[in-house]
């Protein structure tokens, strides 16, 4: 991928576990007037799911480049938000490959993100689907903890596109991610990663307000930018 800026790459999101949650970062998006957010349903369920897309078709927002999918996410899911939102990535989890049939016809949109247990599903073919969507905190972790999945994916990544995100925090102690942001410094592992894996859509994972998601935004774009122009 050509050197483009990371703050035109990088997008805050919707996250959170419950109604209050995906209700204040909303609100903080209209206060903001932001058009660009990408979306974890990660924790919403069915009903709470129903609930959230009505108030986002009455939002800002015009754009959602990423959605997070679950296992009970169907395909009309995937429609409403290619129809209203123009989403060019859904990402799943490995045990998710098992559900694919359901989301036919657009597997061409699916990117597999990876954990760092050291264990990948059998089920797992990245023939079926677009390519990765690179954790970049889980990397880290897989690369620190020498797990499975850091190899897979630099074995295949070649083969596969990159191009989208999640963006967290990572903490050095217990080689975890973080998904609270406590210091701006949580993002410092960002450049020890190589260039090739940060792709075109990054999505700030992360359960902090939109304000803070924002000021992060900034900082990583800084970080990175500085980074990479050194190389």
């Known amino acids: 991928m ?14 959170g576990v419950a109604n209050k949650d995906w209700q204040e970062k909303l ?4 206060d903001l ?3 660009k957010v990408a979306v974890f349903l990660s924790q919403f369920d069915v009903k709470e799911r129903n609930h959230l897309y009505k108030f986002l078709l009455k939002s800002s927002i ?9 296992d009970d996410t169907e395909k009309e899911d995937v429609e ?12 799943i ?15 061409d949109k699916i990117y597999l993100e990876m954990n760092y247990d050291n264990s990948i599903v059998k089920a797992v073919d990245m023939k079926k689907i677009a390519g990765f969507c690179i954790d970049l905190s889980h990397l880290k972790a897989a690369i620190a903890k020498g797990s499975e999945e850091a190899y897979y994916i ?28 406590t210091s701006l410094r949580d993002f410092d592992y960002l450049t020890t990663l190589p260039k090739d894996v940060f ?4 999505a700030l994972e992360v359960y902090n307000s939109i304000h803070e998601q924002m000021e992060f935004k900034n900082y990583i774009a800084n970080l990175l930018n500085g980074h990479f122009k050194t190389l």
């Open 33 to 35: 007037k932001i058009q």
């Open 80 to 91: 409403f938000f290619i129809k209203n939102f123009h989403t060019r990535c859904f990402n």
């Open 27 to 30: 609100r903080e998006i209209e």
């Open 199 to 202: 792709g075109e859509i990054i």
């Open 93 to 107: 989890h490995e045990e998710f490959f098992q559900f694919l049939d359901k989301w036919q016809g657009y597997w």
């Open 62 to 70: 015009k754009e959602v480049p990423l959605v997070h999918l679950r």
């Open 154 to 181: 630099f074995s295949q990544k070649r083969k596969n596109k990159v191009i989208c995100n999640h963006l967290n925090g990572f903490d050095p102690q217990t080689n975890e991610d973080k998904h609270t942001i």
């Open 2 to 15: 050509q050197q483009t800026d990371f703050l035109s790459r990088i997008y805050p999101s919707i996250t």
